[in-house]
């Protein structure tokens, strides 16, 4: 099994190759030539480093970047700057997503399993979530204000209506932690469906390195995979 992981010297992705790597699994990663990656990482005889900018790659690089991958997992997100929240690319994970499952679509000996790391702000109406009036007004605000909330939402909603069930060769799922937070060391946590508490109103606490333990466990285990694949769970810390 060999997995490409987008965003991995994030924070959340970061940790998410540590998990891999503890599992034995090979990891591709692609990262910026200015971005700091953990030096055990970047010796590790089991990740291959690819250099270059997601959103600058042609459709030539994307197939290579694909190639041989199982999984492909996003932890990218935008940078909190003022040219990262308001500058270009304004729809960063949204493109990317768009451009390999498309690149997956068209191959023919190819299925890839696709984990996106969403966020609760996402709300699943086709699984019958609704949001208060309040809720409602305030999601609307952050859409229209916020690029890169405006960007989760499509490329949620672009897996959710678009993909759907409907492209064979590909199989995905969102995560969607609460309140991202930093741990040392994992913790219990659970996992449901919807959320089980408002994100804006009463939010929870999602420790990034749990975040990172549940999306190994959905490359690994098959039966984690068959219980959250086409879903959205929501992750909390217990």
């Not at 007004?137 to 490329?155: A, G, S």
């Not at 969102?174 to 930093?182: A, E, G, I, K, S």
Request: net charge neutral.
């Amino acid at each position: 099994m060999r997995v490409l992981v987008l965003g991995a010297s994030g924070a959340t992705g970061t940790l998410v190759v540590h998990q891999l790597m503890k599992r034995q699994i090979k990891a591709r990663v692609l990262i910026r030539k200015s971005a700091i990656f953990p030096k055990e990482l970047r010796n590790h005889p089991l990740v291959e480093i690819v250099m270059g900018n997601v959103n600058e790659l042609n459709d030539y690089e994307m197939n290579a970047l694909l190639h041989g991958c199982d999984v492909l997992i996003s932890c990218l997100g935008h940078n909190m700057t003022l040219k990262g929240v308001f500058g270009k690319p304004r729809y960063l994970v949204f493109d990317a997503i768009k451009k390999m499952s498309e690149i997956v679509k068209n191959k023919d000996d190819k299925e890839v399993k696709l984990i996106l790391m969403g966020t609760t702000g996402y709300t699943n109406t086709l699984s019958g979530e609704k949001n208060s009036i309040w809720e409602t007004i305030i999601h609307f605000l952050l859409k229209l204000l916020v690029p890169p909330h405006r960007d989760n939402m499509k490329v949620a909603h672009y897996l959710m209506n678009e993909i759907g069930k409907q492209y064979e060769k590909v199989e995905w799922v969102v995560v969607r932690p609460d309140t991202l937070v930093n741990h040392d060391e994992e913790s219990s946590y659970e996992v449901f469906e919807s959320p089980i508490r408002s994100p804006l109103f009463d939010a929870g606490k999602t420790s990034r390195i749990n975040v990172s333990h549940f999306i190994a466990e959905l490359v690994v285990k098959d039966e984690v995979w068959d219980d959250w694949r086409f879903k959205t769970p929501v992750i909390y810390n217990q």
